[in-house]
Nanobody, 126 residues
């Protein structure tokens, strides 16, 4: 499986971004997808996840209410849109595949995921 994340950049606080992650190499609709992020000097943290059909989603408290994860199985792509960006959202954002189709307690754990994209940098200026 290959994952290509894109859409990062420099944004002012209060702005929004939509990240994309294009997948290839496995039937895209056969697995859930997640987004994680890693800020400088910090551990990788869960951001959001979506089930294989898009019917279930889950968000970290840090982005809940100001982000939307979605997927287009026809385009083999998952998206993460974050609104009202804050300087603390600055990080490298990674997409990853979960071998499971549905969300589960391990959805928020990075070790659950088997393939990772290269990451896309989001920088939020104050």
């Amino acid at each position: 499986v290959q994952l290509q994340a894109s859409g990062g950049g420099l944004v002012q606080a209060g702005g929004s971004l939509r990240l994309s992650c294009a997948a290839s190499g496995r039937t895209f609709s056969s697995y859930a997808m997640g987004w994680f992020r890693q800020a400088p000097g910090k551990d990788r943290e869960f951001v959001a996840a979506i089930s294989w059909s898009g019917g279930s989603t889950y968000y970290a408290d840090s982005v809940k209410g100001r982000s939307t994860i979605s997927r287009d199985n026809a385009k083999n792509t998952v998206y993460l849109q974050i609104f009202s960006l804050k300087p603390e959202d600055t990080a490298v954002y990674y997409c990853a595949t979960d071998p499971m189709k549905a969300l589960h307690p391990g959805t928020v754990v990075a070790a659950t995921y088997d393939y990772w994209g290269q990451g896309t940098l989001v920088t939020v200026s104050s």
